[in-house]
């Protein structure tokens, strides 16, 4: 009989490549410990919705703009993860903030990648290009990425796995974005939702 598998929902709100960096990993069997399940895109026109629609995976769009309050955005992103009965959600590039409410229902089972090396330039307002902005700013020489857990304090959460990568001259902020998400992103995103969800399947009863 094949083991259980953890059931993981992605968190998206853009161009999804670190969600097909899952999709591939799952393909290529880098990750082997839990399958994509759905994926959740707070902006309807996201490219990653149609990524898992090419990957045949279920994908539902909850627009922010169209919620009243920050409540009822999360109200139906949970009702969606109950539904599916999801164990481990990932954040790939999911540009909102979630409220302790919504963390606090799920210690532990909510990862986030971060393109930076946590704790410099994160936190609240450090998103996207703007990190990569602030990198080339400050001067640093070395940036790079971080799969982190999520908690109630943005980009605070214990950090699971973290990769450097080495900031060039003429560097822009979109050519660091690049180096930073092909040569860490794309490889520590799928080790840790592969790390995480054995944890997670070694924990649960058969
Ligand atoms: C990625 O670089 C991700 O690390 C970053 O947004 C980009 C999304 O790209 N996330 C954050 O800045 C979260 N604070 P993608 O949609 O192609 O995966």
């Not at 999709?23 to 410990?33: E, L, R």
């Not at 690049?178 to 399947?201: D, F, G, Q």
């Amino acid at each position: 009989m094949s083991k259980r598998k953890a059931r993981i929902a992605v968190l998206v709100s853009g161009g999804g490549t670190n969600l097909q960096a899952i999709i591939d990993a799952a393909s290529s069997g880098i990750i082997v410990s839990g399958e994509v399940v759905l994926v959740v895109s707070s902006n309807p026109s996201a490219f990653a919705l149609e990524r898992a629609k090419r990957a045949g995976i279920p994908a539902a769009a909850v627009s922010k703009k169209e919620c009243s309050s920050q409540a009822e955005f999360e109200g139906k992103i949970v009702a969606l993860l109950e539904e599916y009965g999801i164990d481990l959600i990932v954040l790939a590039g999911f540009m909102s903030i979630l409220s302790e409410d919504f963390t606090g229902k799920y210690p532990r089972r909510i990862i986030n990648v971060h393109p930076s090396l946590i704790p410099s330039f994160c936190g609240e307002g450090f998103y996207g290009l703007r990190v990569h902005e602030a990198a080339l700013r400050y001067g640093v020489k070395v940036t790079g990425a971080t799969v982190h857990f999520v908690n109630e304090i943005p980009d605070g959460g214990e950090i699971i796995m973290q990769k450097a990568v080495s900031v060039r001259e003429g560097d822009t902020p979109e050519k660091l974005q690049r180096r930073v998400m092909r040569l860490a992103e794309w490889k520590i995103l799928p080790a840790a939702v592969e790390k995480i969800s054995k944890e997670i399947i070694s924990k649960s009863k058969p």
